[in-house]
């Protein structure tokens, strides 16, 4: 490639700036959807029973994150107080204070 094209070359494949910081931008949706379910789960642990399943269905709107990141979420907010097993295709969900378990498919 001549020298000249080189120019050329580099601001044909060069990104035009955004402004905004590269990498993942903030899971604004996440957050949402996890707020509606720790409320959920505030009201549902009064009454002792909190399937997963019908816990993950409260998320209302078009997003819905994924098994792994309300896992994760959970186990952020509610740190050594919850516990979550898997066995196959099946989740266990148990608050250690309260004594409550529940499974899910």
Same mark, same amino acid.
């Given at each position: ?16 700036? +955004?402004?905004? /910081? ?5 899971? @604004? !949706? ?5 707020? /509606? %379910?720790?409320?959920? %789960? *505030?009201?549902?642990? /009064?009454?002792? *029973? ?6 993950? !269905? ?7 994150? @994924?098994?792994?990141?309300?896992? +994760?979420? %959970?186990? *952020? ?25 529940? @499974?899910? /498919?």
């Amino acid at each position: 490639m001549p020298a000249y094209h080189l120019s050329c070359y580099r601001n044909l494949y060069s990104r035009v700036p +955004t402004g905004m /910081k590269r990498g993942y931008r903030p899971a @604004n !949706n996440v957050d949402e959807a996890m707020g /509606k %379910l720790f409320s959920h %789960l *505030k009201i549902i642990l /009064k009454s002792g *029973k909190f399937p997963f399943e019908d816990l993950v !269905n409260q998320i209302e709107g078009e997003f819905r994150p @994924n098994m792994r990141t309300i896992k +994760t979420r %959970l186990r *952020k907010q509610y740190g050594d107080d919850v516990l979550i097993t898997e066995y196959h295709q099946t989740s266990v969900l148990c608050f250690k204070k309260t004594g409550y378990t529940q @499974n899910s /498919k």
